[in-house]
């Protein structure tokens, strides 16, 4: 079965500093990825996605992901961040089998320190 | 944008109460998803929809039920609440689009308080 693993479950950082979050995925075929994030208070939304191509993707707010086949992985990056990147973080996987649905991980807090 | 809106942002019920979660967008989108966020387990799917009148079991389905009479509407409903069912409900759509597959638009979700 799929799975999505994230690393980290909570993350302190202080603005400025730079941010990974880790996430990998068990599935051997051809997938889709994502992050989502979901600010204090508001809904789920989407940060960015991988579907094809360029395996290093930008979303918004500046934050970036690179997709590493030969790793399962699909870590989020931004290479300075701001207090009001507060937020957790999901990343999620679907494969291209229709019948699948999507897999999300656990999530990371990040919480930065003003 | 595409909007998906959840009537209920709190509900606090009492452990026997049958309860609604009604979630409603307005995008015209085939699928809908029922998910429950618990800190530290992150989504779980509860039930999901392809299609009016149809419905498939998630990874929770137990103690929950759906509805799908509309496009536009998916209710969750508890039968009979229970504590273990106190938790943050997210209802989710996408449309039925092979090039845009498992991108979710999530409602702002319904804090379930069952007493």
């Known amino acids: 079965a799929q799975s999505v693993s994230q690393h980290n479950h909570h993350v302190i950082l202080s603005e400025a500093a730079s941010l990974e979050l880790g996430c990998n995925y068990s599935y051997g075929g051809t997938v889709n990825l994502f992050w989502y994030v979901q600010y204090p208070g508001q809904h789920l939304q989407l940060l960015l996605k991988y579907f094809s191509g360029d395996p290093l993707v930008k979303g918004i707010k500046g ?47 990040l919480h930065i320190l003003p | ?8 942002r709190y509900l606090v019920k009492r452990t026997g109460e049958k309860v609604f979660l009604e979630c409603v967008q307005d995008m015209d989108h085939e699928n809908m998803f029922w998910y429950r966020q618990d800190p530290g387990l992150g989504l779980r799917l509860i039930y999901f929809s392809y299609d009016v009148k149809m419905k498939e079991k998630g990874d929770i389905p137990e103690g929950y039920s759906v509805s799908r009479e509309k496009k536009e509407r998916f209710s969750l409903i508890l039968e009979s609440a229970s504590t273990n069912q106190t938790s943050m409900y997210l209802c989710a759509s996408s449309p039925f689009d092979s090039a845009n597959t498992g991108e979710l638009f999530f409602g702002e979700g319904s804090r379930l308080t069952v007493l």
């Open chain 2, 1 to 8: 944008d595409v909007k998906v809106t959840q009537s209920s």
């Open chain 1, 63 to 109: 934050f970036e992901a690179e997709f590493i086949k030969s790793k399962f992985s699909f870590n989020l990056r931004k290479p300075s961040v701001q207090w009001s990147d507060t937020a957790e973080y999901f990343c999620a996987v679907i494969s291209m089998n229709r019948d699948d649905k999507i897999i999300f991980g656990k999530g990371t807090r």
